[in-house]
Each structure stands twice: as structure tokens, then as C-alpha cells.
């Protein structure tokens, strides 16, 4: 999350799903911090790694529910 991630480049989607490409990390947090929001790793494993621009605990609360079902 946020400043954690250590990959140069992610694929980033934004907090409506629109897919917005391959950004710099920098950028990807730049454009989270001017929503108010958090730079989320989703698939570390991906080439290039998807985050996803988001509120931190709206994402604990859908993978919460993703593991229940």
C-alpha cells in the first residue's frame, strides 16, 4: 500500500474501475493523495504489478467479503 510498493511501474485502475494504464509509481501515488485516497497493490505478480486507487478499509471490507464466500 502507498509507499510500501517497491515496483518502478504499475498498472493502475481508479476507484471507479476505469483503467487508466502503465504509470510510474510516483505519479500513480501523486494521483492518489489529490483523491484523498490509497494506492493499493492488488496483483503483485502481474508484469507490470495492478494497483488500484481506492479507500484502504472499502478494500479490507470487499477482500472480507470475497473470503466468506
Do not use: C, H, W
Not at 511501474?9 to 483503467?19: A, P, Q, T, V
Amino acid at each position: 500500500m502507498n509507499n510500501q510498493i517497491r515496483a518502478p511501474e504499475l498498472r493502475i485502475i481508479d476507484e471507479e474501475g476505469k483503467n487508466l494504464g502503465i504509470l510510474k509509481t510516483e505519479e500513480a501515488l501523486r494521483i492518489a493523495r489529490e483523491k484523498e485516497l490509497d494506492l493499493i497493490e492488488i496483483s503483485p505478480t502481474a508484469q507490470p504489478p495492478v494497483a488500484k486507487i481506492m479507500e484502504y478499509g472499502k478494500f479490507l471490507y470487499q477482500e472480507k467479503k470475497k473470503d466468506k464466500e
